[in-house]
């Protein structure tokens, strides 16, 4: 509408002109008239040409009389300009449209669900132990209808670990990442229950779990036993400390929300306490030394978040104390990031370099107490000497190490006695040596690294499995069906003969599921400085790329990988609010 009456004025302004200087005779132009011709622009611009010849001589000649028209005319480029931009826009306000009327849609869906229907109680019983990527993305995936399906988990939520690191300074809010387990439940087709419990001990023999309320509010029921028919573990692992003094009772742990929540307090105590009136200068050192133990992926990313915050928003609003502050990590490998390629490495290391954290390799912590920590570090030379690091606050994140109840588990099951760092599975995720039980993610052991893109393909291949498995009963019982009213009604059967002989060439399909095979699309992390590292599949091979372009990359992808599209709206005010108005400082 507005381009049509903007092209209407054009067009009219000459055409006026033309009315008052030639005393031609008006009605031509008059808004009756344009109005009756606006269908088209070659209607409005053929009106002018057919009244020239109503024009007089005078005016006609003043035209004549300018210089020719170069063939070429100047005024094409901005045109083409313009039309391009108009384009653009057209376009931008059409996806922001639909974009804004998607996140209403899905508001709405989530919000209003459709009716479930109740379980059939005669359908097996499956018990999912975790709410994390593996069994989340088993959940999502599984034709609930087909089971009775029982969620247990001390977490009543799923997390978007990969912004972890993000939350502890603020630059995204912990409920941004978190989806509320009941609300994915409650989009499944068949009702499934959740149980929020730790499962303490699963007693094979008996098909029982165990379970405890260990929240803060207790009924009088806070312990009971729940069966299954089939068991699904995702459980995940815990921190690991390997047993070194000092880090279980001093260091900040990177794996929960309390965590991340806990090592935002922390922060800020740090910086106000290093700000208190007469602190002693050797004082407000230690407290504003931020030690990360730990070159993985969550300490780089952690030890780089750090620094912006301290750049971005503690430098203009504590000035005096912010040149003192300090990141340290340390590493017990020869480098960070090991399982990227050598120039991404090297990329990592100078940028760090850059942003003045000082990288520690070789070097391996001894002890760990309230204010120091105690390390061993190899020289070039190979030579092996102590250091003390003073901190105010030290993070560790160093790997996983199993829960106790996977060790029970492992214990009960003689096949696993080998097994060190998890349950053992086969290549379809069955824990080798027991009856009737799955295992995913970062407590299973099938060859992978311990990564949400390994737990979350594994979740969503066992959900095909069991979808599958049950469909075969249904046409196991089928053929059977179909097979005993043949013996027992003799006469024309040919509708039937071909009726099995039409399931049991989908039952052989259903059955010819291939192994588990992981998939993997690349590594990503955040270093800092709006820059980030990514080894990315590509074809049959890999790209390594680093810088501010793949920063933008890494925000994409971790945007795109959220649960829903709300944490995915959340997540993206969250960045632009830290962006526009700073992180929030105040300590909680
Ligand atoms: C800070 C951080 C950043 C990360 N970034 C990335 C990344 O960028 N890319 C990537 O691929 N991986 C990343 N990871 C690793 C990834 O998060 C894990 O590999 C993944 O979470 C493993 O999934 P899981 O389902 O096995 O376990 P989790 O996701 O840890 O879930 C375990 C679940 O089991 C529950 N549970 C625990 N004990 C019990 C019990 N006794 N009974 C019942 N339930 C129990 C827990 O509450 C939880 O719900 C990151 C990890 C962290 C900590």
Redesign the pocket.
Known sequence: MASSSRVLNRLAGPARQLGTRTNAPAATFTTTSCSRHLTSRSALVAKPRTRATAIPRQFTRSYADAPPTPAKTPVKKPRRIRTTFRWLWRATYLSLLTGVGFVIYDGYTDRNPEEQFAPDPTKKTLVV???????VAFLKKLDTSNYNVIV????NYF?F??L??SCTTGNIEHRSIMEPVRQILRHKKAHAKFYEA???RVDVEKKVIKITDNSDIKGKVHETEVPYDMLVV????ENATFGIPGVREHSCF??EIRDAQAIRTKIMDCVETAAFKDQAPEEVDRLLHMVVVGGG??GV?FAGELRDFFDDDIQKLIPDIAPRFKVTLIEALPNVLPMFSKQLIDYTESTFKEEHINILTKTMVKKVTDRTVEAEITGPDGKKSSITIPYGLLVW?TGNTL?P?VKDLMAQIPAQKDSRRGLAVNEYLVVQGSRDIWA????AVAGYA??????SQEGAFLARLFNNMAKTQDLEQKIHDLSTGLNLKPGDTAAETQEIAGLEKQLRRIKDIKPFHYSHQGS?AYIGSEKAVADVAWLNGNVASGGKLTYLFWRSAYLSMCFSTRNRVLVALDWIKAKLYGRDISRE
């Open positions: 132990l975790g709410t994390g990527w593996g069994s247990i988990s001390p977490r997390l670990t990969p972890l690191p730790e499962a303490t995702g459980v995940g692992a990177l794996k992926p969550t990313e994140a829960r109840i995913v993610g970062d407590c311990p990564t949400a893109q390994v737990a990503l």
